[in-house]
C-alpha cells in the first residue's frame, strides 16, 4: 500500500464548477499535511498547509480527518488558471531531523472553459 | 521565491557517465533535499543535508552520491548513470512555519541518459 494515496483523474470540469479531490494516508503518526500544485514541466508549489481545525484560503478549503487519515482540498468557482496537478503531501514524522515529506501521485484537474 | 536554483536545466548524457547537477540557494537554509519523479511514482526522496557536510540517504538512494561543502550548494552525482536514471531532478530547501516544515522547490533538471 502506498504511504500517500490519491485518485490520479483526470477530473475534467466547467468553469464555475466545485470539484473536491481525496488523499488518504498510511501513516498514522503523520504531523503535517499539505496540498501543493504542480503544472506541467514546472516544479511543485505549496498551495496551502492543512491544520486539524481545515482552513480555507480564498476558494480553496482543506480538510483533515484524523481518525479516518484522510486529507481533502476543495476549490469553489474554479478556473481555467486552476488547471494542474495537485499533490497531496504528508510528514510522516515528528522532529526526526529529516523533514521528510512523502508525496502522493497527484491528481490531475483539466478545468474546461 | 525560495531562491533556489538548478543547473544545468536539462542534459543528455550517455549510459556509463558520471553526471553532477547542482542546486545553488540564496537565503541559508539549513536543509537540502534531492528529488526524482516519474510517472506514476510521484516524488521520491534521494538524498536530503541537514548542515555543511552532514547528509544521509532517502528512500532511493541506490546509484547517487551528494556532497554539501557550502551551505549554498547542495551536489548531486550520478556515478556512472543508467537508463532508469532519466527522470526530473527537484531540489528542495525547507523551512519551517509553526509547526509544518514547509519544502519550497527549484526549477527542475530534466536528465536523460541514452
Known amino acids: 500500500r502506498k504511504e500517500v494515496e490519491q485518485d490520479p483523474g483526470p477530473f475534467n470540469v466547467p468553469e464555475g464548477a466545485t470539484v473536491a479531490f481525496n488523499c488518504t494516508y498510511s501513516?498514522?503518526?503523520?504531523?503535517?499535511f499539505f496540498w501543493y500544485r504542480q503544472d506541467c514541466r514546472k516544479e511543485p508549489k505549496l498551495l496551502m498547509s492543512?491544520?486539524?481545525s481545515g482552513n480555507e484560503d480564498g476558494r480553496f478549503t482543506a480538510q483533515l480527518n484524523r481518525a479516518s487519515q484522510y486529507i481533502s482540498l476543495l476549490i469553489r468557482d474554479s478556473k481555467l488558471s486552476d488547471s494542474a496537478t495537485y499533490l497531496c503531501v504528508v510528514n510522516p514524522v515528528v522532529d526526526t531531523g529529516r523533514r521528510a515529506l512523502t508525496f502522493g501521485s497527484g491528481t490531475r484537474l483539466q478545468v474546461q472553459p | 521565491d525560495a531562491g533556489i536554483t538548478q543547473s544545468p536545466r536539462h542534459k543528455v548524457t550517455e549510459t556509463g557517465t558520471p553526471v553532477t547537477l547542482r542546486c545553488h540557494q540564496t537565503e541559508n537554509h539549513r536543509y537540502m533535499y534531492w528529488y526524482r519523479q516519474d510517472p506514476g511514482h510521484g516524488l521520491r526522496l534521494i538524498h536530503y543535508?541537514?548542515?555543511?557536510?552532514?547528509?544521509d540517504k532517502g528512500e532511493v538512494s541506490d546509484g547517487y552520491s551528494v556532497s554539501r561543502s557550502k551551505t549554498e550548494d547542495f551536489l548531486l552525482t550520478l556515478e556512472s548513470a543508467t537508463s532508469s536514471q532519466t527522470s526530473v531532478y527537484f531540489c528542495a530547501i525547507s523551512e519551517v512555519a509553526g509547526n509544518n516544515y514547509e519544502q519550497y522547490f527549484g526549477p527542475g533538471t530534466r536528465l536523460t541518459v541514452t
Open positions: 492543512v491544520y486539524s
Open positions: 543535508s541537514y548542515g555543511v557536510k552532514d547528509t
Open positions: 501513516n498514522s503518526a503523520s504531523q503535517s
